[in-house]
């Protein structure tokens, strides 16, 4: 069965800061997807990155970056330079392999930003 | 705008009560999700629907229901069997096909009491 570790729970930074998520997942599937959700204290996630199993390049989007690793089976996500509106759950997730279009997440990891 | 929007933000059940949470898309998806959420443990999945008049348990069903009549509507109900449904409960769509790759995007979510 498919599994999303986030094994930090919170995450306490002052503002500018970098801040880097872990995630790491298991899986049996040779192809599946990764994302990263982020949740904002209004409660609706936003949807950040969708990562394929055959592309491991890195990835960088304004102040986030992305490093995906098969070997580790790690995914994990680096906010450069936080700022006090990065503050929320971020969630990574794994496409779920016994059924279409599910997914299985992660536990999340709440990041506080303060100024 | 398009968009998901879930009603009411705030629900309150009485024991023994049957409460419905709605959920309404105009993003012409076909599958559909309902996932409950509890501090600490991520989302989990109640029930998914890929097309409408079908629809499928996900992990944790029992004590909820739910009906896909229309494309764009798929209401939770949260039945009087469910005896722990205090919980912020997040609906989601996304486009069908070969779905592992396709990006659910999310409402604004419920969140249930009980009195």
């Known amino acids: 069965a498919q599994k999303v570790t986030q094994a930090q729970t919170e995450i306490s930074v002052v503002e500018k800061e970098d801040v880097t998520l872990d995630c790491v997942y298991e899986?049996?599937?040779?192809?599946?997807?990764l994302f990263w959700y982020k949740q904002p204290p209004s409660g609706e996630l936003v949807f950040l990155i969708r990562?394929?199993?055959?592309?491991?390049q890195n990835e960088i989007s304004g102040r986030y970056s992305w490093n995906f690793q098969k070997s580790t089976s790690s995914f994990n996500f680096t906010i450069t330079a936080s700022q006090v509106v990065d503050s929320a759950v971020y969630f990574c997730?794994?496409?779920?392999?016994?059924?279409?279009?599910?997914?299985?997440f992660g536990a999340g990891t709440q990041v506080v930003v303060t100024p | 705008d398009g968009g998901i929007t879930q009603s009411p933000k705030y629900l309150f059940r009485k024991e023994g009560q049957n409460v419905t949470l709605s959920c309404e898309q105009n993003?012409?998806?076909?599958?559909m999700y309902w996932y409950r959420q509890d501090p600490g443990q991520g989302l989990r999945l109640i029930y998914y629907s890929q097309i409408v008049n079908d629809f499928q348990k996900g992990d944790i069903a029992e004590g909820y229901s739910v009906s896909r009549e229309k494309k764009e509507s798929f209401p939770l109900t949260v039945t009087s069997a469910q005896k722990n449904p205090t919980a912020f409960y997040l609906c989601?769509?996304?486009?069908?096909?070969?779905?592992?790759?396709?990006?659910?995007?999310f409402g604004a979510g419920t969140r249930l009491s009980v009195l």
């Open positions: 993003l012409n998806h076909d599958a």
């Open positions: 989601a769509s996304s486009t069908s096909g070969t779905g592992t790759k396709n990006i659910q995007y």
């Open positions: 899986t049996r599937d040779t192809t599946y997807y």
């Open positions: 990562r394929n199993s055959f592309d491991e």
């Open positions: 997730a794994l496409t779920r392999t016994d059924s279409w279009g599910k997914l299985q």
